[in-house]
T-cell receptor, first 118, second 111 residues
Framework: DTGVSQDPRHKITKRGQNVTFRCDPI?????LYWYRQTLGQGPEFLTY????????KSRLLSDRFSAERPKGSFSTLEIQRTEQGDSAMYLC????????????????FGDGTRLSIL | EDQVTQSPEALRLQEGESSSLNCSYT??????LFWYRQDPGKGPEFLFTLYSAGEEKEKERLKATLTKKESFLHITAPKPEDSATYLCAVQARYNFNKFYFGSGTKLNVKP
């Protein structure tokens, strides 16, 4: 168990540029979540995957955001035409849910990607 | 609207001074309430899951309890290494794919 890893740890970019983040969940974890966290706030849910299927998207996830999880392994989160308000920590979490489970297994978080928009 | 409110926002304790953190929630049917610890620059670390009113969980100096409207995280004789932000999150019965986090309580334990 090597934990959830996220890459890069820090990203600085100019407004209007596109950025992509990667998350490698714990091996064999079938659920993967993306969250956004700003300073002094708790994580806000963005989207969730069950294996390779994206099953839930928050209204926070505008058209500029897209997430994928090809083959149910790693996941990517892309933000197009970044804006100042996108500056935040982007967290990925994974969990192992048994068949028929109700999603209440503990989520294991990575240490996030901190995005700064100049 | 589902909501999670944590208090206080910040708490400063002397080493050995016990206290409690509060997590109040409004959700249409609670499926689970989760406590996490978050250190600066790190992702949240899972502590406890509580499912029903009256349930209690313990781990070292931490004890979590749950009522129908709130949860408490009791810290007994804290040590400086307990300093962190403590987050709670709720999961609703009607949509168990989403988790709503509070803003956290930042705990500082002075030696």
């Amino acid at each position: 168990d090597t934990g959830v890893s996220q890459d890069p740890r820090h990203k600085i970019t100019k407004r209007g540029q596109n950025v992509t983040f990667r998350c490698d969940p714990i091996s064999e974890h079938n659920r993967l979540y993306w969250y956004r966290q700003t300073l002094g706030q708790g994580p806000e849910f963005l989207t969730y995957f069950q294996n390779e299927a994206q099953l839930e998207k928050s209204r926070l996830l505008s058209d500029r955001f897209s997430a994928e999880r090809p083959k149910g392994s790693f996941s990517t989160l892309e933000i197009q035409r970044t804006e100042q308000g996108d500056s935040a920590m982007y967290l990925c979490a994974s969990s192992l849910e048994p068949p028929g489970g109700v999603g209440n297994q503990p989520q294991h978080f990575g240490d996030g990607t901190r995005l700064s928009i100049l | 609207e589902d909501q999670v409110t944590q208090s206080p926002e910040a708490l400063r304790l002397q080493e050995g001074e016990s206290s409690s953190l509060n997590c109040s929630y409004t959700v249409s049917g609670l499926r689970g309430l989760f406590w996490y610890r978050q250190d600066p620059g790190k992702g949240p670390e899972f502590l406890f899951t509580l499912y029903s009113a009256g349930e209690e969980k313990e781990k070292e100096r931490l004890k979590a309890t749950l009522t129908k409207k709130e949860s408490f995280l009791h810290i007994t004789a804290p040590k400086p290494e307990d300093s962190a932000t403590y987050l709670c999150a709720v999961q609703a019965r009607y949509n168990f794919n989403k988790f709503y986090f509070g803003s956290g309580t930042k705990l500082n334990v002075k030696p």
